[in-house]
């Protein structure tokens, strides 16, 4: 089957509403490149959208899986208990920055591990409402797309949308006039207080480094000082690093980086290797605040995914990834920074660890939001990245950013191939 009968067959399948970002299909993918039906090879920076940090067949991953599949597939971890998933609370409990006692609970995807954290903040509290950021994605449920900021694609006409969500200024310093982080902070708290009133807030929930956003990187200070703020009126503060987590920025989690010990924390994407799996963790009393039998679903933790999880650890601590993000960044930023000096429409270039990103913007045009966005140079940007075999995925608010997220074992020759035909493309715009 070559990618032209798949999309033929695809149409006639598969529900419109789903998109692809590239029009080839699948046939394997290792760590760094991905070969299609049709025999050409892809330089792979979108890695599932930041999840298969460890590759797409990792081998521990997959002799892992294989062992725990012949053993069983399901029980129900509320029906009949198994190891794997309180091994793996275990290893989130450890690796989740924080220097107290802390708990775990299991899920099947982002989305859900949001809304339970939320669900678990509500109760712990006693209180309704759920303070979120301008340019934040935190899935697309009901709840989470109330919580994500941006209408087109995830919230167009699926209303309405739950209530007691409220959305504060973000730091954004491209955007925001430079302001300082603690600047910014005093700008969200103060909206806050007067908007929704500090007695309601249950929890502030912020990803620590946005991402489908815009990979937005908030200024130094503004992330701690929220959280002890959030701390200091009884609320509880969430750092959502379903994207940042699991070594992606070059750390275990994004929220080190300031020192910031979050009192709930999301996890899924990166963490089980390809696998679903989602988790919430946190301080101990305020996960055991909720009655037995308050969270769960039938899948969430399923061994598969927690044994492939195991395997995924064990191998970013191995291979050391988070040091891999790291040296992505020594090798990829340099790169990008030459080209944003080469090319004015590049805004900016930021990002921690192998979580980088380009703002595309119209040179000399200023518009109320700052620098005025130009997804149209975007898309023609990503547009012949594709043509040259390079996976890059764009995001953001103004759809006017590129963003890199190779897989955290992609070969260096790999990376730099890669950064050879980004720098192609944008001399050919
Ligand atoms: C991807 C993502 C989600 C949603 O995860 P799903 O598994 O797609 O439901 C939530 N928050 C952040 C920060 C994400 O990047």
Redo the contacts with the bound molecule.
Sequence with gaps: MDSGSLAARRSAAVARGVGSVISSYVDSASGGTIVDVDGREWIDFAAG??VTSVGNAAPRVVEAVREQVGRFTHTCFMVAPYEGYVAVCEALNSLVPGDFDKRSALFN????A?ENAVKIARHATGRPAVVVFEHA????TNL?MALTAKNMPYKHRFGPFAGEVYRAPMSYPLRDGGLSGSAAAARAIDAITTQVGVDNVAAVLI?PIQ??GGFVVPAPGFLPELAAWARSIGAVYIA?E??TGFCRTGAWFASAHESVEPDLV?T??GMAGGLPL?GVTGRAEIMDAVHVGGLGGTYGGNPVACAAALATVETMRELDLCAAAQRIAALALPRLTELAARYPWIAEVRGRGAMLALEVTHPDSVGPNGPTPDPARTAALAKACHEAGLLVLSCGTYANVIRLLPPLVIPPDTLDRGLAVLAEAAAGL
């Design positions: 959208i930041a995807s982002g989305a859900e949001v994605y935190h899935g697309r989470t990803e991402g489908e959502d379903i994207q999301t899924a994407k989602a």
